[in-house]
C-alpha cells in the first residue's frame, strides 16, 4: 500500500487568486485534507521514523561535540572551509546575510567527510559517534507515547558509565531521552484559504464537516530514549 500520495495536479489546477492573496478553490478541500494528512503519515513513516530520528540525533551530538572541543582549544578540523567557518564562529548572532552564501554551499559531502575523518580523532567521544555513525552502529532508540520512568534512564546511565568508562557529563551524549512532535495543520504559522462559489473565504481549518477541523490540527508529540548499543 503506497502511503503519502497526494494529487498535486488537482491541487496545483485548483489553485486561484482573491484580492492578491494565494488560495484553493472550493472543490478542491479533500484533496487538501488529503494532503495534509499524507504529509502527517510521512513524518511518522518517515521523516521522524526512530531510525532517522536516531541517525539525525547522533549527527547532531558529533556537532556538538566538535564545537565543545573547539570551545576549549581543540583541534576538531572540518573537510570544507564552509563547514569549519561555522564550527569555529559559537555566537550565531554575529552572523549576517553574507554568510548566507557560505551556508548555501554546504551539503551533504562536507558532513560526510568530516564525520569519516573524526573517526579517527583523538577525543574518544568524537571518535565513538562518528565510527557509530559512519558504520550505521546507531543509537537504540524507543519511542512510546508517555515519558520514560527516570529509573530506566538512571540504570541504562549507569551502565554505561561501566561499559563505556567515561565521565558523568559526557553520559549525556550516548543515553538520553527527548521529544519529536508534529502538527499536521497548524492555523497559526500555515494559511490555507478555502475560496468558495459566492465569493467567502475560510481557512481550511474552519470548514464545516471537515476533517482537519478536528483532532488533527493539535501536536502529536513521541518520547524517545535513546542508549548507546555495546
Known amino acids: 500500500m503506497a502511503e503519502g500520495v497526494v494529487s498535486y495536479d488537482r491541487i496545483i489546477k485548483m489553485l486561484t487568486v482573491k484580492d492578491?492573496?494565494?488560495?484553493?478553490?472550493?472543490?478542491?478541500?479533500?484533496?487538501?485534507?488529503?494532503?495534509?494528512?499524507?504529509?502527517?503519515?510521512m513524518y511518522?513513516?518517515?521523516y521522524l521514523h526512530k531510525t532517522v530520528l536516531a541517525a539525525e540525533i547522533m549527527l547532531v551530538k558529533?556537532?556538538?561535540?566538535?564545537?565543545?572541543?573547539?570551545?576549549?582549544?581543540?583541534?576538531?578540523?572540518a573537510a570544507?572551509?564552509?563547514?569549519?567557518?561555522?564550527?569555529?564562529?559559537?555566537?550565531?548572532?554575529?552572523?549576517?546575510?553574507e554568510h548566507l552564501d557560505t551556508f548555501c554551499r554546504l551539503?551533504?559531502?562536507?558532513?560526510m567527510a568530516t564525520v569519516k575523518n573524526w573517526c579517527h580523532h583523538p577525543d574518544k567521544i568524537l571518535s565513538m559517534?562518528?565510527?557509530?555513525?559512519?558504520?550505521?552502529?546507531?543509537?537504540?532508540?524507543?519511542?512510546?507515547?508517555e515519558p520514560f520512568d527516570p529509573l530506566v534512564l538512571k540504570?541504562?546511565?549507569?551502565?554505561?558509565?561501566?561499559?563505556?568508562?567515561i565521565s558523568e557529563q559526557e553520559i549525556d551524549y550516548f543515553v538520553f531521552t527527548g521529544e519529536a512532535?508534529?502538527?499536521?495543520?497548524?492555523?497559526?504559522?500555515?494559511?490555507?484559504?478555502?475560496?468558495?462559489?459566492?465569493?467567502?473565504?475560510?481557512?481550511?481549518?474552519?470548514?464545516?464537516?471537515?476533517?482537519?477541523?478536528?483532532?488533527?490540527?493539535s501536536t502529536i508529540k513521541k518520547y524517545y530514549f535513546c542508549y548507546y548499543r555495546w
Open 20 to 41: 492578491g492573496e494565494l488560495m484553493v478553490e472550493e472543490k478542491a478541500i479533500y484533496s487538501i485534507e488529503k494532503f495534509l494528512v499524507s504529509r502527517r503519515l
Open 44 to 46: 511518522w513513516q518517515v
Open 62 to 77: 558529533v556537532i556538538r561535540r566538535a564545537k565543545e572541543l573547539i570551545s576549549t582549544g581543540e583541534k576538531a578540523d
Open 80 to 97: 570544507s572551509p564552509e563547514l569549519n567557518f561555522f564550527l569555529q564562529n559559537h555566537d550565531s548572532n554575529t552572523f549576517i546575510e
Open 107 to 111: 551539503d551533504d559531502h562536507d558532513v
Open 129 to 145: 559517534l562518528c565510527r557509530s555513525l559512519v558504520e550505521r552502529k546507531l543509537l537504540k532508540i524507543k519511542l512510546q507515547a
Open 155 to 165: 540504570e541504562k546511565r549507569k551502565e554505561a558509565l561501566e561499559k563505556l568508562g
Open 181 to 217: 512532535s508534529n502538527t499536521t495543520y497548524d492555523p497559526r504559522d500555515e494559511r490555507i484559504n478555502i475560496l468558495f462559489k459566492d465569493g467567502t473565504v475560510k481557512d481550511i481549518s474552519k470548514v464545516d464537516n471537515a476533517l482537519i477541523h478536528h483532532d488533527l490540527s
